[in-house]
């Protein structure tokens, strides 16, 4: 295993994932439920499936498009997502 690939993924998507929407909507339901390893268990495994899912696809997509294309096409998708929830945040 690559340690330093191992690392820097685990720090950026640690801090990425703190104060994030799937971080609340874990709090909101262990505080719902009260049941702590219910909501642990399921959220760590949603998590650790969409990563699975993320990484596969991440994983091949370098087989059918050029990198750049890849790396242009997820700052778009955040420049839209970020856009999307700027409007709705002025909204209301």
Do not use: Y
């Not at 950026?12 to 799937?22: Q, R």
């Not at 949603?46 to 596969?56: D, G, K």
Request: no cysteine; hydrophobic share 60%.
């Amino acid at each position: 295993m690559d340690w330093k690939t191992f690392l820097t993924t685990f720090v950026a998507i640690f801090l990425a994932e703190l104060g994030d929407k799937t971080q609340l909507a874990t709090l909101s339901f262990a505080a719902g439920f009260k049941s702590f390893w219910g909501v642990f268990i399921a959220s760590a495994l949603a998590l650790t499936v969409s990563s699975l899912l993320a990484a596969l696809l991440g994983s091949n997509l370098t087989r059918v498009f050029p990198m750049r294309w890849i790396q242009t096409g997820a700052g778009v998708l955040f420049l839209i997502l970020g856009t999307l929830l700027l409007i709705r945040s002025l909204r209301g």
